[in-house]
């Protein structure tokens, strides 16, 4: 028995991970930090300690992957040096051009090996199947059939330490940040366990200096830390694991089988599903660390208050944001100009659209789009630095689209998250009557088509823009009768009128986010070689069913049948959108509470929480990535 529960404590079983929600992951803190507390002021001992234990908290959650994990560390950290060593600039770019390399294609052929395999079979018309070329070497070691050479799995956490070599060999590159001469220093870095597995992601310029500095905490930051951490199993188990087993991934999984009302219910619930289990994780991870003395990034700034498409991706996993913008977005071209990459990116992003596609008229319209956006470039050059600059930013979320995974699915969701930025640059400097005059063309239009065809995805357009249209339409008519006016309540009008088209915004801006992750949880928790097709088959089946026939009398008999999931979405939401100064000043009242008060709360809390868990405990849904 006693050999069992070692074999439990230390050996790897992939049925049962470590996860935050865990009682043993707790049990695991617990220890480290009880070791921590004898270490925290012996800098290089405390960063070995916590780096240790951060590589076997990787192996309890990926196996044998934690070799990729170690190898990555040791291969960047030497090529830091390397980069700074360098004597020259040249020497200097071909060492960064070598690591930057290495760590692409590592993370590629984990991510996209069936991506790739499917375009070779397709333009050769082979039948090649995927190969492990590290289980291979691993039964080579071991003896032949250990492991499993015909499937490759992707590493958790992979593209999270990845971006962290990066930012590092970028910033040695750039002279932000000199190179850690510890090894431990080092993997400690790129391992710290609470953000290993799913962000946020370290910038090396702004984590490495505190790797030097000694341990301090104080009565109100671990106040602060506790909370945070309680608020993060909060939103992942009442409000994300409670939605998804209990509504949102029943109807994703077979959506033909619910009405046109429960899918669109789903869409949802997956846009607070998705926040609150990231947005979970992300608060237990910045709690966990500060318990350490060390502090993560903020990540999330209450996204769905953001009033459109641009405002949103500076508060969603702003970690990824920020990273995509200073080593993709500027590298590009930024809004200076559109460099020889942005046209490379959007020639690759067209070769991939038509294998994904299987025609070459998707492909052909890209490339003409790109061929009329350079002629704009080349002979309108009064709009050239606005054009680039779209220009790049839809390569970004194209390239951010691919990152989450090579489907057309995740390609549609970055590119609709693109397009929505570009749009809203269009909208805002058009004033209320052209917008006005624009939607009611737009409205027509749809109300031709589906006249004509009769598609689900006609009828929601006509729906969403009918609803927008009536907004601005409203809009304009106050703006029209509050003129002239100058009396005293006007002042009041204003306000009202200004927070009104604030909430309007908010809703559109929330909606279109929603309609964007249709494609996005489609394509997720699927085998990489089925993701194309059952991702497309199952966005398609859910627009068929939204844009579908409603029977309208059955609504309020499938709200009180999901009474609770539905309660539980506005309190989240009501939550979500509660001003920001009133959610910081309860999380000081938690922090500044007596210690004997504090442990009280934070019980009752843990009781509250684990009514709601589920007999499965659900992985948090950006391991996958």
Same mark, same amino acid.
């Given at each position: ?488 309540? !006007?002042?009041?009008?204003? =306000?009202? #009128?200004?927070? @009104?088209?604030? +909430?309007?915004?908010? $809703?559109? %801006?929330? &909606? ?65 959108? !509660?001003?920001?100064?009133? =959610?910081? #000043?309860?999380? @000081?009242?938690? +922090?500044?509470?007596? $210690?004997? %008060?504090? &442990? ?26």
């Amino acid at each position: 028995m006693f050999v069992n529960f070692l074999k439990d404590i230390f050996v790897f079983n992939s049925d049962f991970p470590l996860l935050f929600t865990q009682f043993y992951f707790w049990a695991f803190f617990a220890f480290v930090f009880a070791g921590f507390s004898l270490l925290k002021n012996k800098i290089l001992l405390r960063n070995a300690y916590l780096a240790f234990f951060s590589f076997f908290f990787y192996y309890k959650t990926s196996g044998l992957f934690v070799l990729i994990l170690g190898f990555s560390t040791l291969l960047n950290m030497l090529y830091g040096e390397l980069i700074f060593n360098a004597k020259t600039d040249g020497k200097k770019k071909f060492h960064l051009a070598i690591a930057l390399i290495i760590n692409i294609l590592l993370l590629s052929y984990y991510k996209y090996s069936y991506f790739v395999t499917n375009i070779i079979n397709t333009i050769f018309d082979l039948n090649l199947r995927v190969f492990d070329v590290f289980a291979f070497i691993g039964n080579s070691i071991v003896g032949k059939g250990r492991f499993d050479v015909s499937n490759i799995l992707l590493p958790v956490g992979i593209s999270f330490y990845t971006f962290h070599n990066i930012s590092y060999i970028m910033d040695i590159f750039r002279e932000k940040v000199a190179p850690v001469k510890n090894f431990f220093n080092y993997a400690f870095y790129v391992s710290f366990f609470p953000q290993l597995v799913a962000g946020p992601i370290l910038r090396a310029n702004e984590f490495i200096p505190q790797l030097y500095k000694k341990f301090f905490l104080s009565r109100r930051q671990f106040g602060i830390a506790i909370f945070w951490i309680i608020n993060g199993l909060a939103k992942k188990i009442i409000l994300s694991d409670y939605l998804a087993v209990n509504f949102v991934d029943r109807i994703f999984d077979n959506p033909l089988m619910f009405s046109g009302f429960e899918n669109l219910s789903a869409l949802f619930g997956y846009s607070l599903q998705v926040y609150a289990d990231f947005s979970g994780y992300t608060d237990i991870a910045i709690g966990v660390a500060m318990l350490f003395g060390f502090y993560l990034p903020k990540n999330f700034d209450s996204p769905y208050k953001a009033t459109n498409a641009s405002n949103f991706w500076k508060r969603w996993h702003i970690s990824l944001s920020r990273w995509l913008r200073d080593y993709l977005y500027i590298p590009l071209g930024g809004n200076r100009n559109a460099s020889f990459g942005t046209y490379a990116v959007i020639i690759s992003i067209a070769i991939i659209a038509t294998l994904l596609s299987g025609s070459i008229l998707v492909g052909l319209g890209i490339l003409l789009l790109v061929l009329i956006i350079y002629l704009a470039i080349r002979y309108m050059p009064q709009r050239r630095k606005k054009i680039t600059t779209n220009l790049n930013n839809m390569s970004t979320m194209l390239l951010g689209g691919m990152w989450h995974g090579a489907s057309w699915n995740f390609m549609i969701w970055g590119g609709l998250n693109g397009l929505g930025m570009i749009i809203y640059k269009f909208w805002k400097n058009r004033n209320l009557k052209v917008r006005t005059l624009i939607l009611l063309c737009i409205l027509l239009i749809f109300e031709i088509l589906f006249f004509e065809y009769e598609f689900p995805v006609l009828k929601i357009g006509f729906v969403w823009v009918a609803c927008l249209f009536a907004g601005t339409l409203i809009q304009l008519l106050v703006s029209l009768m509050s003129k002239g006016h100058t009396d005293v309540t !006007l002042t009041f009008v204003d =306000k009202v #009128r200004n927070w @009104l088209s604030t +909430a309007w915004a908010v $809703l559109q %801006t929330f &909606v279109f986010i929603t309609f964007t992750r249709l494609f996005f949880r489609s394509g997720s928790n699927l085998d990489p070689a089925e993701a194309n097709q059952q991702a497309w088959e199952t966005a398609k089946n859910m627009v068929s069913k939204i844009g579908g026939h409603w029977d309208v009398s059955l609504i309020p008999t499938m709200i009180y049948e999901y009474r609770t999931v539905f309660i539980l979405f506005i309190f989240g939401m009501i939550i979500h959108w !509660l001003p920001e100064h009133f =959610k910081r #000043r309860y999380r @000081l009242w938690f +922090a500044s509470m007596p $210690l004997w %008060t504090m &442990v009280l709360v934070c019980v009752a809390a843990v009781f509250v929480i684990y009514q709601f868990i589920s007999a499965d405990l659900q992985a948090f849904i950006y391991f996958q990535f």
